[in-house]
């Protein structure tokens, strides 16, 4: 999508909504937000809605962050822990390793 083409409103519409979009545990849609936004957001002449796009892009980021510290913080704790969890490991794997842990 080419946002040269878009007016400023549809922008902010449209940023909101990949804002708002990322908190239905898609942070995906965060990522994407900061990336297509954010010549609009820090780098394009000031205009009207540009504060607003900014907070959103500024927002998506921080959700990003969490994301992928919660994300990174829970696979090393599962992998540290997870032959010492026992059944209760293989109940939340999707595959189960086979061999000794």
Same mark, same amino acid.
């Given at each position: 999508?080419?946002?040269?083409? #878009?007016?400023?409103?549809? *922008?902010?519409?449209?940023?909101?909504?990949?804002?708002?979009?990322?908190?239905?545990?898609?942070? $995906?849609?965060?990522?994407?937000?900061?990336?297509?936004?954010?010549?609009?957001?820090? +780098? *394009?002449?000031?205009?009207?809605? %540009?504060? %607003? #796009? *900014?907070?959103? +892009?500024?927002?998506?980021?921080?959700?990003?962050?969490?994301?992928? =510290? +919660?994300? =990174?913080?829970? #696979?090393?704790?599962? %992998?540290? $822990?997870?032959? %010492?969890?026992?059944? +209760?490991?293989?109940?939340?794997?999707? =595959? #189960?390793?086979?061999?000794?842990?």
């Amino acid at each position: 999508m080419n946002l040269e083409r #878009i007016p400023n409103e549809e *922008k902010l519409s449209l940023c909101r909504k990949y804002y708002l979009g990322g908190f239905a545990f898609l942070p $995906f849609l965060w990522l994407v937000n900061c990336v297509w936004f954010f010549k609009e957001a820090f +780098v *394009k002449p000031a205009y009207t809605e %540009q504060p %607003q #796009i *900014k907070t959103y +892009v500024k927002r998506s980021a921080l959700g990003l962050l969490l994301w992928v =510290t +919660v994300l =990174t913080t829970w #696979i090393c704790i599962f %992998q540290h $822990f997870r032959a %010492q969890w026992g059944e +209760v490991a293989d109940y939340i794997s999707f =595959t #189960i390793p086979l061999g000794t842990p």
